[in-house]
Nanobody
Framework: VQLQASGGGLVQAGGSLRLSCVAS????????MAWFRQIPGKEREFVAA????????YYLDSVKGRFTISRENAKNTVLLQMDSLKPEDTAVYHC???????????????????WGQGTLVTVSS
């Protein structure tokens, strides 16, 4: 099982980036796919998740209306479209796959089985 994340970079505040996470080895059939982010010295923070069965999406309050998580089933890919970026969005973003994650635990990083390597997003002011 492998998750390969890409799409990070340097952008000015107000700009946009799109992150991609390609899943292989069966990871895409996980109950939930998610994005987390982490700043050095801090715990990994939930950003967004999407359900495989329903397609329902869930977000961190501070990114609602700015970020959109989606799936491209034909490409085994999960996307995170990030608009109206703010300096406080700066972090390393990780994609994750939870084989049997339940809805009540989607914001807990311990509920996920597989992780990508992370991609750095830097938003300048």
């Amino acid at each position: 099982v492998q998750l390969q994340a890409s799409g990070g970079g340097l952008v000015q505040a107000g700009g946009s980036l799109r992150l991609s996470c390609v899943a292989s080895g069966g990871a895409f059939s996980s109950r939930f796919m998610a994005w987390f982010r982490q700043i050095p010295g801090k715990e990994r923070e939930f950003v967004a998740a999407i359900s495989r069965s329903s397609g329902n999406t869930y977000y961190l309050d501070s990114v609602k209306g700015r970020f959109t998580i989606s799936r491209e089933n034909a490409k085994n890919t999960v996307l995170l479209q990030m608009d109206s970026l703010k300096p406080e969005d700066t972090a390393v973003y990780h994609c994750a796959a939870g084989l049997r994650t339940v809805l009540s635990a989607i914001r807990d990083s311990r509920a996920y089985d597989f992780w990508g390597q992370g991609t750095l997003v830097t938003v300048s002011s």
